[in-house]
């Protein structure tokens, strides 16, 4: 048989070299043309017989070979086992298995991008829902060279066009690939092993993974099943990732794939292409080089681990570049094969983390010292928001609840801030050096501006299961009821403990005359409101003499004040003895976005009132039948903040001018409580209220800067220290608070001097 083929190579080299030399003798005329024709069909014809006569006899032989059973049954055996392996691929994707059990994960192990306002990137952040901390940035679109690359050196047969799920309609799309398995695997197996066995002298060589199998792999590492999986489940597998990720080419298979696989590791987490491409090169996806995009081809075979020994690193590295410049050697697909193997080899070793210029004037510099810090995307995020992020946290989970965010929904990519990133990152670390001294164990400082804008945050493990109660601070939401009624700053009222008050008088008994307390004195003094009696009767001095007067405060209107200050009722059956007694269940960011409601609606009533929120909009990625769509959409909060028109009523110019002269009484009048804030600060408070009871001290309020109004709010939690010392310790913090704002260089300064010892 060897002897056959041999033969026809010769007779087809022979038959070559004959026409050729017909050909270079002759004239190039058309006498001579014609007469090539002929003689070249002549010996073609000639040529072709002789060869037809060795195929058939090789036929022959064939037809001998089987009829003597000689391989006929190794044929059928290899029949036989093709249609096993074609049997395992055959099948229909599990739609609903994918639904429940597959696709959720992606949406937990999605991070969430951070910027701020200036739409700087300052990091990511895991979903709220999410119990890890490492979760990968989701990728919009893969650079197209990196994913031709990709497919050149793992899976060159890959398509996402074939809708076939077993192999009789394969034949009319694609034979070779359906059911995300290359057909020809085996084969392609067979000669890469048997290639390795000639040259290396053994059969140490690993399988060649499709791109799907890869994908499967990656997938389970990350989420292991409750059982382990062999190789045939992972081939039904297989079929499931394939058909529900195939839309759009592939959009949702590469995403996954190169969300989940790990680039980059540090700390013993592994991040994905983005956080790897942020990371590595300071850029987006979109603006890597084409050298960049090879390393990255690279590092998809081979990690790049941060906490190796420098030895290691270098050698991890030089594996990288090698790696990187086989594949541009043998790629097809590549053009200036020259300057791109040059590019690389002058890259050095990278200096984690490379630091978008963008973002240098927060930090200064990159040292040794804080380069830990930054080394990756969440830890980028813990050092530049500081304790600003358990806040976010806090913020977005209340978002992704009232906008029923969640795998069935939408899956988030993006948020932004609304307080500039440099700034707060100063505050954070001038602040806690100030008050570290203090020793208090929980503390919450924020200041928003008239526009709405967090403009100082900063928290030390105030992170509630159980949002504080708010104390003698709910004074300031009775008093808008009250004087919607009509009240006025002398009005007085009866002030009673409630368990002489409910339910025995229900208010129809007359108080001793050392029992009544007018407005301003009231919301000045260190006492709270007179509950339940103060919502249904008032004395006043008027032309009709010294009289009591019966009026309740219908529940229309304290539901009004609920609902529009978004508070949260500690007992919730009686809303009026809540609200009186300061029973209200309150976080420091729920009190502070109440006060800067007032405090615009008071002192800048036709100012457009936008409210006040950590996080100024999200982006996302709707999800349609478990598949991401590729158009970006946007969450904006920037919309005038909606308020009911009862609620409005409160504020009209004669009831602001009542309001006005009850909350400036605590600073301004004798016998007000804050009396030291009057001359202590170089800002003019417009009104502030403490409240101290059971280890919870509040201090809100408002004050005025350059004919601009700001809300604030200090929040100190310590069952051990006594009022008195965390009254010095609230001023301390203001006061510090305040020099921040004035002096905002001067805070930048006492950070670096801090960072650089110097």
Request: hydrophobic share 40%; aromatic share 12%.
């Amino acid at each position: 048989m060897v002897e056959l083929f041999w033969n026809i190579k010769l007779k087809l080299t022979a038959m070559l070299k004959e026409v050729k030399w017909n050909i270079s003798i002759r004239k190039y005329d058309m006498q001579s043309l014609k007469e090539s024709i002929s003689i070249l069909s002549r010996i073609f014809v000639i040529h072709t017989i002789i060869i037809a006569s060795d195929i058939v006899k090789f036929l022959g032989f064939i037809k001998s070979m089987i009829i003597q059973k000689i391989i006929f049954i190794p044929l059928l055996f290899m029949t036989l086992l093709f249609g096993i392996y074609l049997s395992f691929i055959n099948g229909k994707p599990k739609e609903e298995f994918f639904n429940e059990k597959i696709f959720p994960k992606l949406y937990y192990d999605t991070a969430i991008e951070i910027y701020d306002s200036k739409k700087r990137f300052a990091g990511t952040l895991s979903n709220p829902q999410s119990s890890l901390v490492n979760s990968s940035l989701f990728i919009e679109d893969v650079p197209s060279l990196f994913w031709s690359l990709l497919i050149e050196k793992y899976d060159p047969n890959l398509t996402f066009d074939n809708n076939a799920t077993s192999f009789y309609q394969a034949l009319f799309e694609n034979p070779f690939y359906y059911n995300g398995i290359d057909i020809s695997a085996p084969l392609t197996e067979s000669k890469r092993l048997l290639t390795h066995f000639v040259q290396e002298g053994n059969l140490d060589l690993k399988p060649m993974r499709t791109l799907t199998q890869q994908l499967i792999n990656i997938f389970i590492k990350k989420h292991p099943f409750d059982k382990p999986m062999n190789g045939i489940e992972r081939l039904e597998l297989a079929k499931t990732f394939y058909h529900e990720l195939k839309a759009n080419n592939g959009a949702d298979f590469k995403s996954w794939l190169l969300s989940l696989k790990d680039f980059f590791i540090v700390d013993g987490k592994g991040y994905g292409l983005r956080d790897c491409s942020e990371i590595f090169f300071g850029k987006s996806l979109d603006d890597l080089s084409k050298a960049q995009e090879v390393i990255l081809v690279a590092m998809y075979a081979h990690s790049y681990n941060s906490n190796q020994s420098l030895k290691e690193q270098i050698k991890s590295w030089r594996e990288i570049k090698n790696e990187a410049i086989e594949i541009v050697n043998s790629s097809k697909i590549i053009k200036e094969h020259y300057k791109i193997v040059s590019e690389i080899k002058k890259m050095g070793l990278p200096k984690l983390p490379y630091f978008p210029d963008s973002l240098m004037e927060v930090v200064g510099q990159i040292t040794s010292k804080n380069r830990e810090q930054f080394s990756s995307l969440p830890t980028r995020s813990d050092a530049l928001l500081g304790s600003t992020k358990a806040v976010v946290r806090q913020e977005l989970d209340k978002l992704f609840k009232a906008y029923s965010i969640s795998p069935k929904s939408k899956l988030v990519t993006k948020i932004v801030i609304n307080f500039q990133l440099n700034k707060n990152f100063y505050f954070n670390h001038y602040l806690k050096s100030k008050i570290e001294s203090l020793n208090l164990s929980n503390i919450w400082v924020s200041v928003v501006n008239d526009k709405g804008n967090i403009i100082r945050l900063y928290q030390k493990d105030s992170v509630h299961q159980r949002p504080p109660k708010i104390g003698n601070i709910g004074k300031i939401f009775s008093t808008l009821l009250f004087v919607d009624r009509g009240d006025k700053f002398y009005t007085k009222y009866c002030n009673k403990e409630e368990k002489s008050e409910i339910p025995t008088e229900r208010g129809y008994k007359k108080c001793s005359s050392s029992a009544w307390i007018d407005a301003r004195r009231l919301f000045a003094l260190d006492k709270m409101l007179p509950l339940y009696d103060g919502f249904i009767k008032k004395r006043e001095i008027d032309r009709r003499g010294d009289n009591i007067y019966y009026e309740p405060i219908y529940i229309n209107k304290i539901e009004a004040i609920y609902q529009n200050l978004s508070l949260v009722s500690l007992e919730n059956n009686e809303p009026r003895v809540d609200l009186g007694a300061g029973k209200l269940e309150m976080t420091p960011l729920d009190v502070q976005t109440a006060i800067h409601k007032i405090s615009e609606l008071l002192y800048n009533p036709n100012h457009i009132f936008y409210g006040s929120k950590l996080i100024k909009s999200l982006s996302f990625h709707d999800i349609d039948k478990n598949s991401v769509e590729p158009k970006l959409k946007l969450l904006s909060f920037e919309s005038p903040e909606q308020i009911t028109p009862t609620f409005s009523n409160f504020f009209t110019k004669e009831k602001r001018v009542n309001l006005q002269t009850i909350f400036k009484s605590t600073i301004y009048k004798s016998y007000g409580s804050l009396q030291w804030l009057k001359n202590y600060m170089s800002v003019k408070f417009v009104f502030a209220q403490e409240s101290h009871k059971n280890g919870i001290h509040w201090l809100v309020g408002v004050f005025k800067k350059s004919n601009r109004y700001y809300s604030f709010t200090i929040y100190v939690e310590d069952k051990v220290a006594d009022t008195q010392t965390v009254k010095e310790s609230i001023k301390n913090i203001l006061e510090e608070t305040i020099k921040s704002i004035n002096s905002e260089r001067a805070m930048k300064y006492e950070y670096m001097k801090h960072v650089f010892k110097d």
